[in-house]
């Protein structure tokens, strides 16, 4: 049975230790590695974003034919594709739109609007959903992921993965709708949906908790197997099996010994659900009426409005950088300290 | 097959089985009112009506053959391009590298944002552009690992041998490698099922998939929410059928799955 916090003598060495380039750690060197990773992230945004537009861009159909009345004239067509600028060549509509993307101009939406304007409060909004449902996610598939792994193989460590596996699958809207039904029609425990205050936020702090759990569920069900698994394959390092011989206590062995070493792989897995915990809050926040991203997308669903959609995905994909970034740097300090 | 592995099939292809014949066993017309609004279960709909009265049952059997049908079309396409690419991959690094590559950036891009890019692009794409998109956003993944269990058999001496005979890439990649990835292609595919469910029913849940008249299971949620405190079951009933498609179909992968265990296998 994998993942034992005993160590396996007949397992090679899992250790991430490499040898040689014992290299001193200068801050020139550590500089560089970031500026590379930095770079190779900045890189990667940056065709993503000329993907978004191309694809945009490549598939039939424009805003202004979108947005269109029927029985318009092809003359109020053009004059209003004029006026979105759809009528530039689009190597200098997508040099304008990346050059404008720096300093914050996400372009037009169908209807007129700057993107930005539509977005800069309900991005916020969705960027505190997101957040807390990372923090809960992170915070659950640790503690179940770490409890599991002090018991391994016993009915407890079946229960929670199985568990686990269960629920990944299910997608965010299932588990809202269950939420409502019976934390909040049933029991009468949580509101069912948001209201709005004045500045824009959601009215109150409990209003957060049923959207939160709904994105928290599936994606805590993926990282405990991401964290089972990591502790698992770290069980088995030399080192580990140094400390158990020693005679540590087992949560001692996990939080001092195993734990470090699993750490990129967790920053990793939490970092992949960043991204689906952004598309989930669009749908989670359409039931709730949430005020966030997914009620900007809701109505640019019904307009056909491509741009909204680009500069979402242009915002989702900077945030997923950043994180990506981040679990790039916890890898690089773990495997650096062990250099 | 063990008798254990059998019954861990099972309930995900009775579903199937279900949810593909449910249109011909529907008692009502899924678009005729039978009953007033969100009435309550009675004698003439079991399950009570929708939102314009009518009967759930039967829409709830007509509405998932197209949700199943597209994700086994997704599936088939993701496996099979990824089985592929990754074949590839292993025999000629460049194109290895360059996959990579590309599901570096495809990461960056989360997949329902990516469906709704595409299908709003592409007005007139309808239930083909759902699943061209879910196809160009699973493959990234699915690639990796096909890649990582066809870089072993690529290494191995007979596959060596007929390169260095001067058999062409093609025939190695589908007469030498592709038949000894089996099993693992097995289960991408169970996974990519799970994965292709998720997001047809997503897109479907924001309207940019099948269009209201249509019965589908992600839909009748969206239409019927409002009335949920009415008759709840036109909205659990369609949660139900989806909830328990995904964890049946997600088990039978999981058993399908060789055991290797180590490493955890990424779904979506």
Redo the contacts between chains.
Sequence with gaps: M??QLTPDTTAPSASPVTPGRRTARTPVRVLARVGTVLLKRAV??A??LA??FG??E????DAAT?TGERGESAADLAARRELLGLDRPVLERFRDWMTGLPTGDLGTSARGEKVTDLLSTAFPNTLLLGGIALLLTALVSLALGCWAALRPAGRLDRAVSGTA??V???????VA??L??VLS?WTGWLPAVTLTGADGTPASWDMLVLPALALTIPQAG?NI??VR??L??EARAPHVETAVLDGLPPHRVLTHHVLPGALPAIAA?LA?ST??L???A??VE??FNYPGIGSV??S??TD???PV??G??AL??AV??GV?LLADLVRDTVTGARR | MSIRTALRITPALLLLGLALAGPWIAPHAVDAPVTAPYAEPGSAAVLGGDQLGRDVLSRLLAGGRDLVLSSLLVAVLVTGTAAVLGAIGAVRPIVGRLVERTADVLMLLPAVLGILLVTLSWPGGGRFAVIAAAVVLGVPYAVRLAASAASPVAATGYVEAAAAGGERLWYLVVREILPNLRATLLALFGLRFVAAVYLVATAGFLQVGPQPPAADWALMIRENSSGILLNPWSVVAPGIAIGLLALSVNLAAATLAPQTGRKAVTVL
Excluded at chain 1, 58 to 61: N, Q, W
Excluded at chain 1, 168 to 174: I, K, N, Q, S
């Design positions: 994998a993942g990667l945004l065709l993503l993907l978004v694809t945009v490549m598939l039939p159909g979108a596996t269960a990944l699958a299910l997608p965010e809207f299932v709708v269950a409502v039904l029609l993926w197997r991401i698994a990591a698992a394959d897995g992949t991204g689906m952004l598309g989930g669009v749908v359409t039931i997308l809701a640019a669903v056909r409005d491509s959609i680009a979402v995905t989702s994909g997923i950088t990506l």
